[in-house]
């Protein structure tokens, strides 16, 4: 046995010695606290012999714990998420009443329910030793994956994987280009810097179009094409529904279109793998996929993902302690901002502790282990999408310190995947890159004391409300959250069919975008419509401070931008004179161009003030990190793509539009003897995956 594997198996021995010491000591104290549990016989014991009882116990739990867990799992897939938790703590129990059977003597007992109680207790005690002594031991994750990678070879019928390289395509959901290069510069994301310091991987921005979110971007890239995509959320007169990215049917409508539109199935439509997205991208094998989400009945699996995770308790416990870590980490940095009078400051309180950590921690352990697993199968495409980052940024903003930890627990999570491709059956390329950035700045109710629907109304001649009603912030994890419950996913306020007087308008606000409509109307109105019906209404708009620019349709020049002091420039004339839009840069011109030719395109598109100077927006919504318009960081992603691909534009050009992105990507997937994307678009609906399991998932990130 040579040196490196004999320190290995050494530090594995040592590992797992202490665990059962810990969970000796463990057993030890609960014997003590608890009347229905004892490890001595009726007569009494010595000390040595109770000692000697609960070290034979808690080997026994361990041993029990190892064997006959892997062989549940299949079987806790089938049971409901409502009482896959009671389920699992029952069963351990149950074994830990196993384990004391096996004690000889009988001097091991305790009664159901205080079994269960032990049993969980131990597990969390073993997981945090375990836990606490591997986590910065490579070895250990090198040496588990390893084993993992051999047992999936040998069962597999060809003995070996694919020769030619699969890709992992990694989203860091919200993180913008420069926030990545400045957190490689100090050191924040160590694996990411190697990545760049090694010269295997090519650093590329690119250009969101104006709807920079999530919803948008990410159809782009995975499905071809975001046509008519022209916010988060938008009001579509044809059907009066109002269409949000985050709801299971707006997404599953939102593919279908797409898939309509380009005439093949995404860009994952053999042997590929969609984790935690909005979309599918025509994978065969999908979880925590919201577009699959919309469907009923026992076909949809999108949520196994959860059942598998969770169904082994060493990971139930770890995530759990991890979740209330960082439930508490979140109430100390907003108690720590509120103390110290932070600004720009939005309200944190109510849910949003354990939306975020659901974003943080539970999210992200479960697509990891995902992905993982998907390595471990030899896949031959993978997409991810990791929301922690873009959560925190929305609340702490994109450059806080808060935002910058998220950052250092998503490197270590890409470190885990890493180590994992190494023992894949066949190669992996990593492509790491992210669907928008986020653009800080107050919001625009902070900073003028009303809203954009208050605004509106004003200038609308109606009564505007003492205080008018949020829009929800965090949107994706908010999205996530209750689909994992297997809640309906509806923002508060917004219905399929707004109740509001058809007379009076619907704001919608994405990020710094808003989108003013008028349902009674049946086409977009027209300027001069608009302004017989409410002549103070545009004025008041183009030429409040926190307005950047309008967009809306003139009868007599077409598409105008319109801005203070009465500008008014067609799109045609945008390049010559950018008026309004010169501070949005070169290409703001062509986006708007882009929205404007939309079937559901508002019928007045509103961007906020933007300050080029210091980058920042002023959002609609309660975010002081925000994104989907136009202005700064939010507009500038990034591709972090292995040179072995061809580069993704040619030298000089940028590369602009979510829809690029997806033809770059198809061709290095073409490169590497990967998919053939394009497909009949009538194919069945892609098949929800329940193959990995919790046996096969490596420890995560035990930071917490």
Same mark, same amino acid.
């Given at each position: 046995?040579?040196?490196?594997?004999?320190?290995?198996?050494?530090?594995?021995?040592?590992?797992?010695?202490?665990?059962?010491?810990?969970?000796?000591?463990?057993?030890?104290?609960?014997?003590?606290?608890?009347?229905?549990?004892?490890?001595?016989?009726?007569?009494?014991?010595?000390?040595?012999?109770?000692?000697?009882?609960? #070290?034979?116990?808690?080997?026994?739990?361990?041993?029990?714990?190892?064997?006959?867990?892997?062989?549940?799992?299949?079987?806790?897939?089938?049971?409901?998420?409502?009482?896959?938790?009671?389920?699992?703590?029952?069963?351990?129990?149950? %074994?830990?009443?196993?384990?004391?059977?096996?004690?000889?003597?009988?001097?091991?007992?305790?009664?159901?329910?205080?079994?269960?109680?032990?049993?969980?207790?131990?597990?969390?005690?073993?997981?945090?030793?375990?836990?606490?002594?591997?986590?910065?031991?490579?070895?250990?994750?090198?040496?588990?994956?390893?084993?993992?990678?051999?047992?999936?070879?040998?069962?597999?019928?060809?003995?070996?994987?694919?020769?030619?390289?699969?890709?992992?395509?990694?989203?860091?959901?919200?993180?913008?280009?420069?926030?990545?290069?400045?957190?490689?510069?100090?050191?924040?994301?160590?694996?990411?810097?190697?990545?760049?310091?090694?010269?295997?991987?090519?650093?590329?921005?690119?250009?969101?179009?104006?709807?920079?979110?999530?919803?948008?971007?990410? %159809?782009?890239?995975?499905?071809?094409?975001?046509?008519?995509?022209?916010?988060?959320?938008?009001?579509?007169?044809?059907?009066?529904?109002?269409?949000? /990215?985050?709801?299971?049917?707006?997404?599953?409508?939102?593919?279908?279109?797409?898939?309509?539109?380009?005439?093949?199935?995404?860009?994952?439509?053999?042997?590929?793998?969609?984790?935690?997205?909005?979309?599918?991208?025509?994978?065969?094998?999908?979880?925590?996929?919201?577009?699959?989400?919309?469907?009923?009945?026992?076909?949809?699996?999108?949520?196994?993902?959860?059942?598998?995770?969770?169904?082994?308790?060493?990971?139930?416990?770890?995530?759990?302690?991890?979740?209330?870590?960082?439930?508490?980490?979140?109430?100390?940095?907003?108690?720590?901002?509120?103390?110290?009078?932070?600004?720009?400051?939005?309200?944190?309180?109510?849910?949003?502790?354990?939306?975020?950590?659901?974003?943080?921690?539970?999210?992200?352990?479960?697509?990891?282990?995902?992905?993982?697993?998907?390595?471990? #199968?030899?896949?031959?495409?993978?997409?991810?999408?990791?929301?922690?980052?873009?959560?925190?940024?929305?609340?702490?903003?994109?450059?806080?310190?808060?935002?910058?930890?998220?950052?250092?627990?998503?490197?270590?999570?890409?470190?885990?995947?890493?180590?994992?491709?190494?023992?894949?059956?066949?190669?992996?390329?990593?492509?790491?890159?992210?669907?928008?950035?986020?653009?800080?700045?107050?919001?625009?109710?902070?900073?003028?004391?009303?809203? %954009?629907?208050?605004?509106?109304?004003?200038?609308?001649?109606?009564?505007?409300?003492?205080?008018?009603?949020?829009?929800?912030?965090?949107?994706?994890?908010?999205?996530?959250?209750?689909?994992?419950?297997?809640?309906?996913?509806?923002?508060?306020?917004?219905?399929?069919?707004?109740?509001?007087?058809?007379?009076?308008?619907?704001?919608?606000?994405?990020?710094?975008?808003? %989108?003013?409509?008028?349902?009674?109307?049946?086409?977009?109105?027209?300027?001069?419509?608009?302004?017989?019906?409410?002549?103070?209404?545009?004025?008041?708009?183009?030429?409040?401070?926190?307005?950047?620019?309008?967009?809306?349709?003139?009868?007599?020049?077409?598409?105008?931008?319109?801005?203070?002091?009465?500008?008014?420039?067609?799109?045609?004339?945008?390049?010559?004179?950018?008026?309004?839009?010169?501070?949005?840069?070169?290409?703001?011109?062509?986006?708007?161009?882009?929205?404007?030719?939309?079937?559901?395109?508002?019928?007045?598109?509103?961007? /906020?003030?933007?300050?080029?100077?210091?980058?920042?927006?002023?959002?609609?919504?309660?975010?002081?990190?925000?994104?989907?318009?136009?202005?700064?960081?939010?507009?500038?992603?990034?591709?972090?793509?292995?040179?072995?691909?061809?580069?993704?534009?040619?030298?000089?050009?940028?590369?602009?539009?979510?829809?690029?992105?997806?033809?770059?990507?198809?061709?290095?997937?073409?490169?590497?003897?990967?998919?053939?994307?394009?497909?009949?678009?009538?194919?069945?609906?892609?098949?929800?995956?329940?193959?990995?399991?919790?046996?096969?998932?490596?420890?995560?990130?035990?930071?917490?």
């Amino acid at each position: 046995m040579g040196e490196g594997r004999w320190r290995r198996f050494a530090g594995t021995w040592w590992r797992s010695i202490a665990v059962w010491a810990v969970s000796t000591v463990t057993m030890l104290v609960l014997a003590g606290i608890l009347p229905d549990f004892q490890l001595q016989s009726d007569n009494g014991d010595s000390a040595t012999r109770i000692a000697v009882t609960a #070290a034979l116990g808690a080997g026994a739990f361990g041993i029990l714990s190892a064997l006959v867990w892997p062989l549940l799992v299949r079987a806790l897939l089938l049971v409901p998420a409502l009482v896959l938790g009671l389920v699992v703590f029952f069963l351990n129990g149950g %074994l830990l009443l196993f384990a004391l059977a096996l004690v000889p003597d009988g001097r091991g007992e305790a009664n159901p329910e205080t079994a269960v109680v032990v049993a969980a207790v131990m597990s969390a005690v073993a997981s945090a030793t375990g836990g606490a002594l591997a986590v910065r031991d490579d070895d250990a994750y090198r040496r588990r994956l390893y084993r993992l990678a051999d047992r999936r070879r040998r069962r597999g019928s060809a003995g070996a994987g694919p020769s030619t390289p699969g890709t992992v395509f990694l989203q860091l959901d919200g993180v913008g280009h420069d926030v990545l290069r400045d957190a490689v510069d100090q050191g924040v994301m160590p694996t990411v810097g190697a990545f760049l310091g090694a010269g295997t991987h090519r650093l590329t921005p690119w250009r969101t179009d104006w709807s920079s979110q999530t919803g948008a971007s990410q %159809l782009g890239i995975l499905h071809g094409s975001n046509y008519d995509v022209p916010a988060f959320r938008w009001y579509e007169k044809d059907t009066r529904e109002i269409q949000v /990215s985050n709801r299971p049917t707006s997404a599953a409508e939102l593919q279908r279109r797409a898939i309509e539109h380009t005439g093949d199935g995404g860009l994952l439509t053999l042997d590929g793998a969609s984790r935690g997205n909005l979309f599918s991208g025509g994978a065969e094998q999908v979880a925590l996929v919201l577009s699959v989400a919309a469907r009923r009945g026992r076909e949809n699996r999108s949520r196994a993902g959860y059942f598998a995770y969770f169904s082994d308790p060493a990971n139930a416990v770890r995530t759990a302690l991890s979740f209330v870590a960082e439930v508490g980490r979140e109430v100390g940095q907003s108690t720590r901002a509120r103390l110290t009078r932070q600004r720009p400051r939005v309200g944190r309180g109510g849910l949003y502790p354990f939306i975020r950590a659901f974003a943080t921690v539970v999210e992200r352990d479960v697509v990891v282990a995902a992905v993982v697993g998907d390595l471990l #199968a030899g896949r031959s495409a993978v997409y991810a999408d990791l929301v922690a980052y873009d959560e925190v940024a929305h609340h702490s903003g994109p450059v806080s310190r808060d935002a910058e930890k998220v950052l250092a627990r998503l490197d270590r999570s890409l470190a885990l995947i890493a180590k994992a491709a190494e023992h894949a059956p066949r190669p992996y390329r990593i492509v790491v890159l992210s669907d928008h950035g986020q653009s800080p700045g107050e919001t625009f109710r902070a900073r003028y004391g009303l809203g %954009l629907q208050d605004l509106v109304r004003a200038g609308c001649g109606l009564p505007v409300p003492r205080r008018a009603r949020r829009t929800h912030s965090g949107a994706e994890a908010r999205a996530a959250v209750r689909t994992a419950l297997r809640r309906p996913v509806e923002e508060g306020g917004e219905k399929h069919r707004p109740a509001s007087r058809r007379s009076e308008p619907i704001v919608l606000a994405s990020g710094n975008l808003g %989108l003013v409509s008028f349902p009674d109307v049946p086409h977009r109105m027209s300027k001069e419509e608009i302004d017989a019906r409410h002549p103070a209404l545009l004025p008041t708009l183009a030429n409040h401070p926190g307005i950047g620019f309008l967009l809306v349709r003139s009868e007599e020049h077409g598409a105008v931008v319109l801005g203070a002091r009465g500008a008014e420039i067609p799109l045609a004339d945008l390049d010559e004179r950018p008026g309004p839009l010169a501070d949005f840069g070169a290409h703001a011109a062509d986006a708007v161009r882009r929205t404007d030719s939309f079937p559901h395109t508002a019928d007045i598109m509103v961007n /906020s003030w933007y300050d080029p100077a210091e980058g920042e927006v002023l959002a609609f919504e309660e975010q002081i990190g925000s994104h989907g318009g136009l202005g700064g960081a939010q507009g500038h992603p990034f591709l972090l793509a292995p040179k072995v691909f061809s580069p993704p534009v040619a030298k000089g050009a940028e590369l602009v539009g979510a829809q690029q992105v997806h033809h770059v990507l198809r061709r290095w997937l073409r490169e590497g003897s990967g998919p053939q994307v394009p497909v009949d678009k009538s194919r069945h609906e892609p098949a929800p995956d329940a193959s990995f399991t919790a046996a096969t998932v490596p420890p995560q990130d035990k930071s917490a």
